[in-house]
């Protein structure tokens, strides 16, 4: 009989529940107690939502980060948080964001944090030295093991991130190996292995995602040394890789001494036939067959063509599961009474993966004929979606073809362009600005709700909107920032936002997915042709130049990031899905122009994230997505000066091709992880202007003067002066104005005591 079982469930909630009490408490308006019970609530509505499987993760649930969970699992806490002595939990937030709940004291930096993978999720990265010791505290996965046990959880499966993976997505502060701690860490994992088994675990889960990456000798003999200290005989030990092709790692991970290996069988199919060979026989295989981040409806006909087979050599050797944790989709497509009728039945989200797994079990379990009527179904729906006449327009298949090499160059080279661009704007050394967005209120919120359901007509949405742009360029001219932006009040979302107005996208209510801690975005559903009808921006930055003689920046979400940040469709290449995305921005980009605008910034934060996992593929994906934002950016006339924004990645190994991006400002996070990402400059000449991030918008910290002149002269030392933007790290928009305030005025004290060389 076929196993089923599942990596991960989303843990924000169907409603966003774990958001609205992590904020709550945060803010002081509800208890620990509170969250605790929250937090129980919703590992029950999880488990009963899986209670079909065959064995159930346990341990997925998070108040923040799995990562960060591993580190105080292991005690592994930054020494700038080691000495508190308060709640643990509250020194747990005091990582994640850099302060605790109001009254605990001084606030400490936050984590660094960057993106999971190849995808749209943040962890925060463990902090290591040379000098680094680990102390198993075990509490909160017992707590939550015991917890599944008293409410008749089946077959309770713990999951943790392995070893391996936990050091090679580390950061060593000192410059030392992080794979040098690897004996001083086995044995807290070992000891942690034995208390889920002492607690009644039969099967643990143990997360290896590096395994999908190029490994040196020395991390492919690393693996081989962990596993065979952790194949203790008190647990079965199930290693799950996922994200991609193990490859040249596929030998070794079927050696290691564990017992069962899963396989992303979505981006890795071919290699399960082979895992099935090399496997030891009494070993299990399981096949991520359900793509765990997408939402598109599985042909489980064509999957049970290709598992069948597999099902009848392996037979009770076979597991079944989603490629890997559900965290990346929505939690329920239930919830949707109004997503489009003719794209909706195209679509799975967490609950109804679920149900796509059941079926293709019961059908090898029990034959074809067991499930006819769902099989059929099925079928149906992916044939509609197959012929339906909204995916292909003639009209764009036929702009892709007039794409030439010209469209994506500048007239001038960088210096030429420059210097008409400090002619025409006359900005002072050091300028100041921000990454376009401020604090959302509730009454942006407010209005922006009675507008979608029809309770305020389109003018009284456009003057409250009207309003909350003069409010932010009033506090910008107030604070003497240098070039504005007019806030994006009438954005709910930099990705959603174009999507709305874009042909092509459709949207969903409650396809919400977690982001980062209390921070959640409902990705775009990309299903077809991607046309701009009207102009999108053009309105708002207009009004918002009239309320000032400053100049006010264009505020546009690039291609790639469009493409990243949404569920794309999977019947084409990306990259024809992104030059698609670079045609409609272009339009754009030539509109504002066209208005007056005389800075256009095109975000492109999520470029990296795009990155195939093995640097032997990053140059396709590299060549496209820069012609794409090239053909978006690069159409207007040397005066209009364009930024790239990109926040929260490691850049440092593609600095030549965000270099041919050729924006004339790129601005960049670097205020977590402490201008790091400048070290890359002392190798590599940047060409073009730079703004290295300098207040962490991530962390309710208000930065001082102080640490911002501190942050630019480091930046000042590899990137000449003249060519250096102050500015945040990312937008405000998740910040209070309270906070915002003396930040930004600090901000531009910064920036005039470096002008006076003070």
């Not at 069988?265 to 765990?292: F, H, Q, Y």
């Not at 069948?308 to 329920?332: F, G, M, Q, T």
């Amino acid at each position: 009989m076929v196993t089923t079982h599942n990596l991960g469930f989303p843990r924000i909630g169907a409603r966003r529940e774990l958001k609205f009490a992590l904020e709550a408490y945060w803010k002081g308006q509800s208890s620990r107690e509170e969250l605790e019970a929250l937090g129980g609530e919703l590992r029950g509505w999880h488990w009963a939502a899986q209670a079909k499987l065959d064995r159930t993760p346990v341990g997925d649930f998070s108040f923040y980060d799995q990562v960060l969970d591993m580190s105080f699992a292991l005690g592994n806490i930054p020494p700038r948080a080691a000495g508190y002595e308060g709640d643990v939990l509250d020194n747990y937030f005091r990582v994640a964001r850099g302060r605790s709940a109001p009254g605990t004291g001084e606030g400490i930096s936050a984590g660094e944090m960057t993106k999971w993978f190849d995808t749209n999720y943040h962890y925060i990265v463990p902090e290591l030295t040379a000098e680094s010791a680990f102390t198993l505290n075990p509490s909160r996965l017992l707590g939550q093991l015991r917890e599944a046990q008293s409410q008749g959880v089946r077959s309770p499966k713990p999951v943790i991130l392995g070893p391996v993976t936990y050091l090679r997505i580390a950061k060593t502060s000192d410059g030392s190996d992080a794979l040098a701690l690897l004996p001083r860490l086995l044995p807290v994992y070992r000891e942690l292995v034995e208390a889920l088994a002492a607690q009644g675990a039969d099967w643990i889960q143990i997360d290896e995602p590096a395994l999908v990456t190029e490994l040196s000798t020395e991390w492919q003999a690393a693996y081989r040394t962990a596993y065979s200290a952790l194949n203790t005989g008190k647990a079965k030990l199930l290693l799950a890789t996922y994200f991609g092709r193990l490859l040249e790692n596929l030998p070794l991970a079927c050696e290691l001494p564990v017992h069962g290996l899963h396989l992303d069988a979505i981006r890795a199919r071919e290699e399960a036939a082979e895992a099935s060979v090399l496997l030891p026989a009494d070993r299990i295989l399981s096949l991520g067959v359900i793509d765990g981040r997408n939402i598109w409806r599985t042909d489980l006909n064509a999957a049970l063509d290709w598992l069948e087979p597999l099902a009848h050599s392996l037979a009770d050797r076979l597991w079944i599961a989603p490629s890997c944790s559900l965290l990346h989709v929505p939690v329920d497509l239930d919830s949707e009474d109004k997503l489009d009728a003719e794209v909706k039945p195209w679509l799975a989200f967490a609950t109804q993966k679920l149900e796509e797994l059941r079926i293709l079990a019961t059908a090898l379990n029990q034959g074809r004929a067991a499930v006819e009527g769902e099989l059929r179904a099925n079928r149906e729906a992916v044939e509609t979606r197959r012929l339906s006449a909204r995916l292909n327009h003639p009209g764009v298949k036929q702009a892709l073809t007039g794409i030439t090499p010209g469209m994506g160059a500048r007239k001038s080279p960088f210096t030429d362009r420059a210097a008409k661009q400090a002619a025409l704007l006359q900005l002072p050394a050091y300028p100041t600005t921000t990454i376009g967005s401020f604090p959302q209120t509730a009454e942006i919120r407010q209005a922006r709700s009675q507008f979608k359901h029809g309770t305020c007509d389109e003018a009284a949405y456009r003057s409250a909107m009207q309003a909350e742009i003069a409010r932010s360029i009033r506090a910008q001219e107030s604070l003497g920032l240098d070039v504005l932006v007019h806030g994006e009040a009438e954005r709910n979302d930099m990705v959603e936002y174009f999507g709305e107005q874009l042909e092509g996208f459709v949207f969903s209510e409650y396809g919400w997915v977690q982001s980062y801690g209390s921070r959640c975005v409902k990705p775009p559903i990309l299903f077809g042709d991607i046309r701009r009808p009207k102009a999108m921006t053009v309105e708002w930055i207009r009004y918002a130049q009239s309320l000032t003689n400053k100049p006010v920046k264009g505020m546009l979400t690039g291609p790639v990031t469009i493409l990243n940040w949404s569920f794309v469709r999977d019947d084409q290449p990306r990259s024809v899905t992104c030059r698609q995305l670079a045609l409609a921005i272009r339009q754009e980009v030539l509109d504002l122009e066209a208005a007056g605008v005389p800075i256009i910034q095109i975000d492109e934060a999520a470029l990296r994230e795009g990155l195939p996992l093995r640097r032997s593929q990053w140059k396709e994906y590299l060549d496209w997505a820069v012609e794409s934002f090239r053909i978006a950016a690069n159409g207007v006339r040397d005066e209009t000066q364009i930024h790239t924004h990109m926040c929260y990645s490691e850049f440092n190994d593609i600095l030549a091709s965000i270099a041919a991006m050729d924006a004339d400002v790129i601005t960049i996070e670097t205020s977590r992880s402490n201008m790091e990402l400048l070290e890359a400059f002392k190798t590599f000449a940047y060409p073009n202007g730079i703004g290295p991030g300098v207040y962490d918008i991530h962390s309710p910290n208000i930065p001082t003067e102080r640490q911002m002149v501190e942050l630019m002269r480091n930046a000042a030392k590899r990137i000449p002066a003249e060519r250096l933007w102050v500015n945040p790290d990312c937008g405000l928009k998740t910040r209070q104005w309270e906070e915002v305030i003396p930040a930004l005025a600090n901000m531009v004290s910064a920036a005039k005591a470096l002008r006076a060389g003070t």
